[in-house]
C-alpha cells in the first residue's frame, strides 16, 4: 500500500486528504488546525504532531499551502523536509504559487534526490469534495505516471503541461481568463439591468449567443439567476475574492518576468483589489458584480 503524507488540510487540502483515505490509501495528515486534523482523524487518516512526523515511512509527500513562501517554508532550508526525506521520494505541491518558486523548489528536490511534480488544481472546494478536480502537472512523465492513481482519486481530470513549474504557469493562465471573464459578464449584466432588462432574460441570451462563457453558463454571478451559484447564497463559498486576487497578481509577476503584455489582466486585477479592499476579500469572487452594480 502507498503511505503518503498530506500537508494542508484547508478548504482544498482537507477535501482532497478525505478522497485518499476513502479510496483506501494509508495518509499521515498535518495540519495547523486541531480541527482539520480531527476530521481526518475520524475518516481514519493519522493525525501527525508536525510535517516531519507526517513524513515518516511516507513514499508520496503532497502538499496543498496558501501561498510559495509557505511551500518554500516547508520544503527548504536547514529545517525543511528535504533534508529529511529518502531519496526516491515523490513529492507533489497542489498549492498555487509562482512558477519560478515551482521551479526553485524543484530544483532543490533533485539536488537532493527527490522527485517533484508541481500540480495546482482547478474546480474550487466543491470539486476537491467530489473529487472532481482538474489537476494541472508539470514535472516529468514518468514522476506523473507514479502519481496518476493518487491524483485519479482526488479528479477527474489530469493534464501534464510540461516541466516543472508548467503546472502553475497553465494554472495562472486559466485564473487570469477567470478573473477577466467574471469581471466582463459582471460588467455586461449590471449594464442591462441599468437600462431595464431582467437579468436571468439577459443571461439566456448571452449565454445562447456569442458572448457565452462559463461565468456565464455555470457560475452567473447575478443573484437568483442560477441557483447554485454563490451569488445565490450572498456569495458565500466558492473562490474567494482574494484568491482571486492572489492569482492575477501571479500572472502579473509571470507577465512581468517573462515581458509579456497582460492589459486586461492587470485591469482585472486592479478591479479585484478595489474590490477586495471595499471589504469584500472574503466573499465569491463573483461578487465584483457589486462593484458595477452596487448593492443596497
Same mark, same amino acid.
Given at each position: 500500500?502507498?503511505?503518503?503524507?498530506?500537508?494542508? +488540510?484547508?478548504?482544498?487540502?482537507?477535501?482532497?486528504?478525505?478522497?485518499?483515505?476513502?479510496?483506501?490509501?494509508?495518509?499521515?495528515?498535518?495540519?495547523?488546525?486541531?480541527?482539520?486534523?480531527?476530521?481526518?482523524?475520524?475518516?481514519?487518516?493519522?493525525?501527525?504532531?508536525?510535517?516531519?512526523?507526517?513524513?515518516?515511512?511516507?513514499?508520496?509527500?503532497?502538499?496543498?499551502?496558501?501561498?510559495?513562501?509557505?511551500?518554500?517554508?516547508?520544503?527548504?532550508?536547514? &529545517?525543511?523536509?528535504?533534508?529529511? +526525506?529518502?531519496?526516491?521520494?515523490?513529492?507533489?505541491?497542489?498549492?498555487?504559487?509562482?512558477?519560478?518558486?515551482?521551479?526553485?523548489?524543484?530544483?532543490?528536490?533533485?539536488?537532493?534526490?527527490?522527485?517533484?511534480?508541481?500540480?495546482?488544481?482547478?474546480?474550487?472546494?466543491?470539486?476537491?469534495?467530489?473529487?472532481?478536480?482538474?489537476?494541472?502537472?508539470?514535472?516529468?512523465?514518468?514522476?506523473?505516471?507514479?502519481?496518476?492513481?493518487?491524483?485519479?482519486?482526488?479528479?477527474?481530470?489530469?493534464?501534464?503541461?510540461?516541466?516543472?513549474?508548467?503546472?502553475?504557469?497553465?494554472?495562472?493562465?486559466?485564473?487570469?481568463?477567470?478573473?477577466?471573464?467574471?469581471?466582463?459578464?459582471?460588467?455586461?449584466?449590471?449594464?442591462?439591468?441599468?437600462?431595464?432588462?431582467?437579468?436571468?432574460?439577459?443571461?439566456?441570451?448571452?449565454?445562447?449567443?456569442?458572448?457565452?462563457?462559463?461565468?456565464?453558463?455555470?457560475?452567473?454571478?447575478?443573484?437568483?439567476?442560477?441557483?447554485?451559484?454563490?451569488?445565490?447564497?450572498?456569495?458565500?463559498?466558492?473562490?474567494?475574492?482574494?484568491?482571486?486576487?492572489?492569482? +492575477?497578481?501571479?500572472?502579473?509577476?509571470?507577465?512581468?518576468?517573462?515581458?509579456?503584455?497582460?492589459?486586461?489582466?492587470?485591469?482585472?486585477?486592479?478591479?479585484?483589489?478595489?474590490?477586495?479592499?471595499?471589504?469584500?476579500?472574503?466573499?465569491?469572487?463573483?461578487?465584483? +458584480? &457589486?462593484?458595477?452594480?452596487? &448593492?443596497?
Amino acid at each position: 500500500m502507498t503511505h503518503i503524507a498530506f500537508i494542508g +488540510l484547508g478548504n482544498m487540502g482537507g477535501p482532497m486528504a478525505l478522497n485518499l483515505v476513502a479510496k483506501g490509501f494509508s495518509v499521515a495528515a498535518f495540519d495547523l488546525s486541531a480541527e482539520a486534523l480531527a476530521r481526518l482523524q475520524a475518516a481514519g487518516a493519522r493525525a501527525a504532531s508536525s510535517a516531519l512526523d507526517a513524513v515518516q515511512g511516507a513514499s508520496v509527500v503532497i502538499s496543498m499551502l496558501p501561498a510559495g513562501k509557505h511551500v518554500q517554508a516547508l520544503y527548504l532550508g536547514e &529545517q525543511g523536509l528535504f533534508a529529511s +526525506l529518502p531519496k526516491g521520494t515523490l513529492v507533489i505541491d497542489c498549492s498555487t504559487i509562482a512558477a519560478s518558486d515551482a521551479r526553485k523548489v524543484a530544483d532543490a528536490a533533485a539536488a537532493a534526490g527527490l522527485r517533484m511534480l508541481d500540480a495546482p488544481v482547478s474546480g474550487g472546494t466543491a470539486g476537491a469534495a467530489a473529487g472532481t478536480l482538474t489537476f494541472i502537472v508539470g514535472g516529468a512523465e514518468t514522476d506523473l505516471a507514479e502519481a496518476r492513481p493518487l491524483l485519479e482519486a482526488m479528479g477527474k481530470n489530469i493534464f501534464h503541461a510540461g516541466g516543472n513549474g508548467a503546472g502553475q504557469t497553465a494554472k495562472i493562465c486559466n485564473n487570469m481568463l477567470l478573473g477577466i471573464l467574471m469581471a466582463g459578464t459582471a460588467e455586461a449584466l449590471a449594464l442591462g439591468v441599468k437600462n431595464g432588462l431582467d437579468p436571468k432574460v439577459l443571461s439566456d441570451i448571452m449565454s445562447k449567443s456569442s458572448g457565452r462563457n462559463w461565468a456565464l453558463e455555470l457560475y452567473n454571478p447575478w443573484p437568483g439567476v442560477m441557483e447554485s451559484a454563490p451569488a445565490s447564497r450572498g456569495y458565500s463559498g466558492g473562490f474567494m475574492t482574494a484568491l482571486m486576487l492572489k492569482d +492575477l497578481g501571479l500572472a502579473e509577476t509571470t507577465a512581468l518576468d517573462s515581458h509579456a503584455a497582460t492589459p486586461l489582466g492587470t485591469l482585472a486585477r486592479n478591479l479585484y483589489e478595489s474590490h477586495a479592499a471595499a471589504g469584500h476579500g472574503q466573499l465569491d469572487f463573483s461578487s465584483i +458584480l &457589486q462593484y458595477f452594480h452596487p &448593492q443596497d
